[in-house]
């Protein structure tokens, strides 16, 4: 007897599909797995066979042969083992015939039977939905997770028992439906407020200018200056993820196994923050079978680099090339992956290696000991920081002042604003920010009055600023303009701009 049951995998962050084989014949007794297999896969033999026996099945003492195709890609995971168990019932007649052409089957079985949740459902389940399946069966766990995509049936199963009587008629399981069908109200950022950070008001702005444009910024200053809580107020002035935004994102937290099922999708725009020991593959993706690095789970978010310049060397250059092209490619023996790493890379650092400087009077560093440290950061790393603010140290009467500073929900009204403004800019040239912008879109949105651009070709020369630094501070002072809602670059925009800029640190 022969039967099929399509499934899927996982192939970066994107479904694919597999059709699971199952044939039963007679001759030597034997349960054969093929189809390019990890070797989580290959155990699913045993777990499946415990379960059909433990679900009050017997068993065939025949030749059994399991076949997932196709078979030039590699499968790994534990969510083949419920298509494959469902394919023998079919093939063994204990489930009636039964059209499942359009249905997606996943779930990894227990011994007892049950049916276990896995990683992945999200974009498997918007996969078949992009490939016209109308109905998925999936682990009960997993059964809002899936239920997030809209315009497919998605069935929640618990048990292979269960499964095997919902697909013979003899039980009726209703579609999972999620209240809202993914349209949540978007929860407030968590973290902090900029209402409780107190002074600090170039950093503030520096942090505005910088959301609104999706820059990359560095903050500098002595410990205990406010930087870490300047960052993790970052999330509270960007607007929240729109719904596709939100299914993207939550199909990356999905695949790295890290999204609460029944929470809903992610709306609020992804913070993260690793530990300067971090490696360089945690940073991007990939090992053995691979998964989402910190740079993807901080797609469409903040990656926090606090401590940059005791982020190890390597790990620091593996992000140039995600910082130009927003995604990275993760090469291995058996396959090629491709994941989204489109964030805002915020970092922070101390001024030497004591933190104290510029006040020698208790800093201990030498010249070239400070040298060595800012150099800790390469120039062409540095080339990708569009912005970059000094973090004072407080006095005590700011610290002590009992007023609040300006709310982070009246920032994020400027912000949304300016991006509003980007988005229509540039809604036919397929970027987002004026961060994005290339040689061509400066030229066309960035140009200066004769008087502007005078004034603007005599600071470059009294500055000294490369080319480089150029282009920077032209993006910085078009976010900076968007902010005004004005249409040119004014003299003010620039000079701001220019004052953010970083050359004083490569110099």
Not at 111 to 128: Q, R, T, Y
Not at 304 to 310: P, R, V
Request: overall charge neutral.
């Amino acid at each position: 007897m022969f039967s099929s049951v399509l499934s899927f995998g996982i192939h970066g962050i994107e479904g694919f599909c597999v059709n699971v084989e199952a044939d039963i014949s007679d001759g030597m007794p034997m349960f054969e797995l093929v189809g390019y297999l990890s070797g989580e896969v290959r155990e699913a033999r045993e777990r499946v066979r415990t379960a059909l026996r433990n679900s009050g099945y017997s068993f065939p003492v025949k030749r059994i042969t399991l076949n997932l195709s196709p078979g030039n890609v590699r499968k790994h995971g534990t969510g083949y083992d419920l298509p494959m168990a469902v394919a023998l019932l079919m093939a063994m007649g204990e489930i009636g015939p039964c059209e499942l052409n359009d249905t997606l089957i996943i779930g990894e079985l227990m011994l007892n039977g049950e049916v276990s949740g896995i990683n992945g459902v999200l974009p498997m389940v918007m996969k078949a939905r992009s490939m016209g399946i109308r109905r998925c069966i999936v682990p009960g766990v997993n059964a809002a997770e899936g239920a997030m995509a809209d315009d497919i049936e998605v069935i929640g199963v618990e048990t292979l028992k269960e499964t095997a009587d919902y697909l013979n008629g003899k039980m009726k399981i209703e579609p999972y439906v999620r209240e809202n069908s993914g349209t949540e109200a978007c929860d407030e950022a968590a973290g902090c407020d900029l209402k409780y950070v107190k002074g600090q008001l170039m950093a503030r702005r520096g942090l505005e200018i910088a959301a609104s444009g999706m820059h990359n910024i560095l903050m500098v200053g002595a410990p205990g200056a406010g930087k870490s809580m300047l960052a993790k107020c970052i999330p509270s002035i960007l607007p929240p993820l729109s719904k596709e935004e939100a299914l993207e994102v939550s199909s990356i937290y999905s695949v790295a196994g890290l999204l609460k099922n029944g929470k809903g999708l992610i709306r609020v725009r992804p913070f993260v923050s690793p530990h300067h020991t971090v490696t360089d593959i945690a940073m991007t993706g990939g090992g053995t079978y691979p998964r989402p690095g910190n740079i993807s789970l901080a797609h469409r978010g903040v990656l926090f680099l606090d401590e940059m310049a005791e982020f190890s060397r390597y790990t620091l250059e593996v992000l140039r090339q995600p910082l130009e092209d927003r995604s990275i490619t993760v090469a291995r023996n058996h396959g090629t992956y491709v994941y989204p790493a489109d964030f805002m890379l915020v970092g922070a650092m101390n001024p030497c290696p004591c933190g104290a400087y510029p006040d020698l009077s208790k800093c201990t560093c030498t010249e070239p000991a400070r040298r060595r440290y800012l150099n800790r950061l390469s120039r062409p790393m540095l080339d990708r920081m569009d912005i970059c603010v000094d973090v004072e140290k407080l006095d005590y009467g700011e610290l002590l002042s009992q007023g609040q500073a300006e709310s982070s929900e009246s920032v994020r009204e400027r912000v949304i604003r300016a991006q509003r403004l980007q988005r229509e800019r540039f809604k036919d040239r397929g970027i987002l920010f004026n961060s994005q912008m290339g040689q061509d879109e400066i030229d066309r949105y960035c140009m200066l009055s004769g008087e502007v651009k005078s004034w603007f070709a005599d600071a470059l020369r009294r500055l000294d600023i490369s080319a480089r630094s150029y282009t920077r501070i032209l993006r910085v002072a078009r976010t900076i303009a968007d902010i005004d809602g004005k249409e040119g670059i004014g003299r003010e925009h620039l000079a701001e701009a220019i004052q953010l800029n970083n050359s004083y640190i490569l110099n």
